[in-house]
């Protein structure tokens, strides 16, 4: 029997929201269309949930640092929105990031993820960007979250993480077939820079890599006032394989949902008897 999982990786795009009722509604319609498209999981892109910081006074809202602030006592309420609606929906979501203060004082870059049954996974982002750093002052958190869809194994590799080859690797070494990548990037540049690295890591890894965006502009929001993406899923350039590597993928910076229905017993022939192997030869 073959192992199959059918994916939507989100093109999000970001919006002035007047109050969690009004965000939650937005999300409600936005995840029910994957639902409807019969994903088994959805992958939201990092950092859209800074549409809620559009709630609060512009003091408030035009301040890196305290929008972090402000934002900390809807975490919790997000985090249970989550696991909630994969319940109802019945599909696994894994739901982007928020910026999440740790019992240490420091904010880091978390995913939440939870699954149709109930299960669920946090996942922090490895490695900071300049932006996140300097100014907004996220710190780099560690682990690696691993959940089971349909008797797939999938991991988070946040954005920027995508573009290092060892923090990939590790998840793929504790089991890993899919890797998710929920992302933001303020530019082509780094759009591409994400893609690049995403197509490279399914390239030597021998496994599917899904890439999630925001898109459009929010100047409401000085962390995600321009957003530009077009979510993917990339599979190994080989046997089986389109010849490119690119399985499915959106229209550059259109609000929508990319879908993919994969084949992980291909990801195991081609692992096995490739025209390289470039998983066993790592």
């Known amino acids: 029997m073959s ?33 409807r498209g019969g994903a088994d999981l959805a992958l939201l892109p990092e950092y859209f949930t800074m549409e809620l910081a559009t709630m609060f006074a512009a003091s408030v809202r035009e301040s890196l640092p305290k929008q972090l602030e402000a934002l900390q006592p809807w975490i919790r309420k997000y985090r249970l929105y989550v696991t909630d609606r994969a319940k ?7 739901g982007g990031s928020i910026p999440v203060r740790d019992e240490d004082g420091c904010y880091r870059n978390r995913c939440f993820i939870a699954t149709a049954d109930g299960r669920e996974y946090t996942q922090d982002k490895r490695r900071m960007t300049r932006f ?15 959940f089971e869809v349909k008797g797939v194994q999938c991991a988070i590799a946040i954005c920027y993480d995508s573009e290092f080859p060892n923090y990939v690797r590790e998840k793929v070494d504790l089991g890993a077939e899919l890797i998710l990548v929920p992302s933001c990037t303020d530019s082509l540049a780094g759009y591409h820079r994400v893609r690049v690295g995403s197509q490279a890591r399914a390239l030597e890894n021998q496994c599917y890599v899904a890439v999630s965006y925001t898109v459009g502009e929010l100047p409401q929001s000085p962390a995600i006032d321009e957003n530009h993406g077009a979510a993917a899923v990339f599979a190994p350039p080989d046997r089986g394989f389109p010849a490119d590597g690119v399985v499915a993928q959106g229209q550059l910076d259109a609000a929508q949902w990319v879908y993919a229905d994969l084949d992980f017993d291909k990801i195991a022939d081609v692992r096995r008897d490739g025209q390289v192997l470039n998983h066993r030869d790592w």
Do not use: N, P
């Open 88 to 94: 109802r929906f019945r599909m696994a979501i894994v």
């Open 3 to 35: 192992r199959t999982l059918r994916i939507a990786t989100c093109q999000y795009k970001v919006g002035v929201v007047a109050s969690w009722d009004a965000f939650a509604q937005k999300l409600d319609l936005v995840l029910g269309e994957a639902k």
């Open 132 to 146: 996140e750093h300097e100014q907004w002052g996220i710190s780099g958190g560690d682990g690696h979250a691993l």
